[in-house]
């Protein structure tokens, strides 16, 4: 991997963003305006314009964590919030709130189109080549259409498909050249474009943009643009197309020789040299959580080849460089503001679970909490604080700031457990109920396992009957001898220590797996962004408004928030799950 520094790159991103734009982002003389004839001229400054972009995007990361996160029911505002962020909450949202404003995406969606437009002049004019050009014209293609993506999910049939490159965001505002889509519209929109992007891999090994920044490897910097593709063939109802794209991103590393990497990467399988499991220094002992190595290390690990089987996409923010972390602000209460905090009923969802018993004195019930609430949320002055975005800044041993004045983080966007979540989706969509069950909770093996006293797994631990991308080989055993691709495979409440949660008697296999998928996006996943867009989507779904409103109330309830039956009331309709839209 080519090593690279962030101080040559990240000032030129800064500049971007003080610039309101990608049109002055190329720092070729200190103090110097550019005009288009010093821009666009080699692959370097293609460069410099796609890490401009992702610049002005970091800068998002609050008010995606807003919109997505504390509309929905594990979120909550603090006592030192402001009457905005308390609107957002009760989705008593006024028009001139600043977080409802689809103003700061459209700024970037506009810089997205300028970038574009000007990649394809450097095409025709043979200053990039036409592979190099494809990769970067994909993935900000994409990262636009991920952007009209959370414009039609909080601001539903109100929003303006604009994909030209226009001088100013008012813009948007010509009804008769930028009318409002539907959000069906939109998504069918957004599919047909994203599938003609002719690169759909990242960036390859060796390339200007697959480097090394200052100890930050890029891979994970930049959309995936399968997933995207993914999640909008989810919202569309095309479960196979999704599960397709969804699939080739599992299968990531299954490519080469066999070894750690090939069996674990987003395959949430187990492996002996990175430990991401809830554990604890002594068996079945509560008290004895461990907090040092496990699942809390998701969040804190340096860049090794365990973050790279974890994440798939995520971005640093380096104290050192533009824009600062604004989730610091927005979680802490050391050095930032404590403006939200974590709503009871995710808190309740979590002491609700029990963990598989241990043979061990004291645990033979099994111990009777989701470890995860306590590794994901900690007790600072007595104030209950979400820490995964956190652990790069306050030291989970002492609580403490590791450099009050360093505040670096990352803004966690897509893991495996997202994409395994969403393979469920589609698979129960699509019928496979079992293998949906599986993903959720003790992986293939546990789904379809072999019965006691049978030495020949051959017809067992797999789904190999089933069509394609729903076909799966994770035996394991001896007589005779398998190791497939899936065997390590161990399932996401599996890893988290907890029981199945198992299909009861009579139940609707679709209905009750769904649910089981979504409350596991809760427990797993809570606080990074995709709570309101998971309710949203099953709601609309079903056709069932109650899916939303009922978790909003109880949410609001348990906090202790007035009028929670009012806004239940309200979220019935279905036209007042969207934001105003105003530009």
């Not at 993914?230 to 080469?256: P, S």
């Not at 995964?388 to 800044?393: G, P, S, V």
């Not at 129960?428 to 019965?451: E, M, S, T």
Request: proline share 6%; with cysteine.
């Amino acid at each position: 991997m080519k090593m690279f520094s962030l101080r040559y790159v990240l000032p030129v991103m800064l500049l971007a963003i003080l610039a309101g734009g990608c049109k002055r982002v190329f720092d070729i003389k200190p103090g110097t305006e550019l005009d288009s004839s010093q821009m666009y001229l080699n692959v370097y400054d293609a460069d410099a314009a796609v890490m401009a972009i992702y610049g002005k995007f970091m800068a998002l990361s609050d008010r995606y964590i807003i919109l997505n996160e504390l509309r929905g029911d594990l979120l909550e505002y603090t006592v030192n919030a402001d009457e905005n962020l308390r609107q957002i909450s009760t989705h008593q949202v006024k028009a001139d709130n600043p977080y409802a404003s689809p103003r700061p995406f459209y700024e970037l969606i506009l810089q997205c189109n300028d970038v574009l437009k000007n990649f394809a002049i450097m095409k025709q004019k043979n200053l990039m080549k036409e592979g190099e050009y494809d990769q970067r014209f994909s993935d900000i293609a994409t990262l636009r259409s991920f952007l009209y993506l959370q414009l039609g999910i909080h601001y539903g049939d109100e929003v303006r498909y604009v994909t030209d490159a226009l001088e100013t965001v008012d813009a948007v505002k010509d009804e008769s050249r930028f009318p409002k889509v539907k959000f069906t519209v939109l998504i069918d929109s957004l599919i047909s474009f994203t599938e003609k992007i002719t690169f759909k891999n990242p960036y390859p090994t060796g390339t200007t943009l697959n480097i090394l920044l200052d100890g930050h490897p890029t891979t994970t910097m930049f959309i995936n643009k399968k997933i995207l593709l993914g999640d909008l063939y989810l919202w569309k109802g095309n479960y196979r197309q999704a599960a397709i794209y969804f699939r080739e991103v599992l299968e990531t590393a299954t490519v080469g020789a066999q070894g750690e990497t090939y069996y674990s990467q987003y395959k949430l399988g187990w492996t002996g040299n990175h430990n991401h499991y809830v554990s604890y220094t002594r068996a079945g002992d509560a008290s004895s959580l461990n907090f040092a190595d496990g699942w809390r290390v998701i969040f804190d690990r340096p860049y090794d080849a365990g973050y790279s089987r974890e994440w798939i996409w995520a971005l640093p923010y380096d104290s050192r460089f533009a824009p600062d972390n604004p989730l610091i602000k927005l979680f802490s209460p050391i050095g930032g503001s404590y403006l939200v905090k974590p709503s009871q009923a995710i808190i309740d969802n979590w002491n609700s679970q029990r963990q598989r018993p241990v043979a061990v004195a004291g645990s033979a019930n099994g111990i009777p909490y989701d470890a995860r609430g306590p590794l994901s949320v900690r007790l600072i002055g007595d104030q209950p604080v979400v820490m995964k975005f956190l652990y790069n800044y306050i030291n989970y041993a002492t609580m403490l700031p590791v450099n009050p004045l360093t505040k670096n983080g990352k803004w966690f966007l897509l893991r495996q457990t997202h994409l395994h979540t969403r393979f469920a989706e589609a698979a129960n969509r699509d019928g496979y109920h079992k293998l949906a069950y599986g993903f959720i909770n003790a992986g293939i093996r546990g789904a379809y396992p072999v019965p006691a006293n049978t030495p020949n797994v051959t017809p067992y631990q797999n789904t190999l009957a089933y069509p394609a991308p729903y076909n799966f080989d994770a035996r394991m055993g001896d007589i005779p001898n398998y190791r497939s691709d899936w065997y390590r495979q161990i399932g996401i409440r599996n890893r988290a220590l907890l029981l199945d949660d198992e299909v009861p008697a009579g139940a609707d296999s679709l209905t009750y797996v769904e649910n089981s998928i979504i409350n596991e996006n809760a427990l797993e996943n809570a606080f990074e962004g995709t709570r309101w867009p998971d309710l949203l989507r099953v709601a609309l779904r079903r056709n069932d408004p109650a899916f939303l409103a009922d978790k909003i109330y109880q949410k609001l309830l348990k906090d202790g928030v007035p009028d929670a039956a009012a806004v239940k009331a309200k979220l019935m309709n279905k036209e007042n799950w969207y934001l105003p839209f105003k530009l």
